[in-house]
């Protein structure tokens, strides 16, 4: 009667359309947005922050931040200034959770990374350091101060949106 013969080229070529579309959609570029700010303070103490973002669907989905914290001759006596830095800086990031930053200490900086992707907040510019006797270092980490920016996983940002409030906030972006 009927034959099946003449269905099977479309179905076929309907299954690997259908594939293809997939295969596009599944390596299609995720915006990634990369903003650094640098601040030398009048202590000579310099704190960089370079921050990756990656946008999906105007969401951010993955932050990646590198702080780094680089202090003159005159605080490098010894170990301890750089070690109480590491101390507060641990202390400061262990809401994430220990797998989710890591740091290191150099001869003259320390540097903290971050990477968070879930439901993970992340406080920006919110590291001050002061000589009262002594080196002192404030982490802000209020995330309703006007003098920090706080941004969540999932928060909602077009690119320009997200590279104009980081611009606002003393960031360079590209």
């Known amino acids: ?19 293809v579309i997939i295969y596009l959609f599944a390596t299609v570029e995720q915006p990634l947005v990369v903003c650094e700010k640098r601040n030398v303070n009048d202590l000579d ?6 921050l990756e973002t990656t946008l999906d669907s105007n969401e ?13 001759d005159e ?3 010894d170990d301890s200034e750089l070690d109480s830095i590491m101390f507060a800086i641990e202390k ?3 809401y994430l959770g ?3 930053y890591t740091i290191t200490k150099g001869k003259d900086r320390v540097t903290v990374r971050v990477e968070v992707e879930d439901d993970e907040t992340l406080i920006l510019n919110n590291i001050e350091f002061f000589d009262n006797d002594g080196l002192q270092m404030r982490i802000n980490s209020n995330t309703k101060s006007s003098d920090v920016l706080t941004l969540k996983i999932d928060d909602d940002y077009s690119e320009g949106e ?4 980081l611009k606002n906030n003393g960031y360079s972006c590209k």
């Open 45 to 50: 103490i310099v704190v960089s922050e370079v």
């Open 98 to 100: 220990a797998d989710k």
């Open 92 to 94: 400061s990031y262990q």
């Open 162 to 165: 997200f590279m104009t409030r």
């Open 60 to 72: 951010i989905r993955k932050m990646v931040l590198v702080k780094t914290i680089i202090l003159p």
């Open 75 to 77: 605080y490098l006596v």
């Open 1 to 19: 009667m009927f034959s099946n013969k003449g269905k099977g080229l479309p179905m076929i070529i309907t299954i690997f359309m259908i594939v």
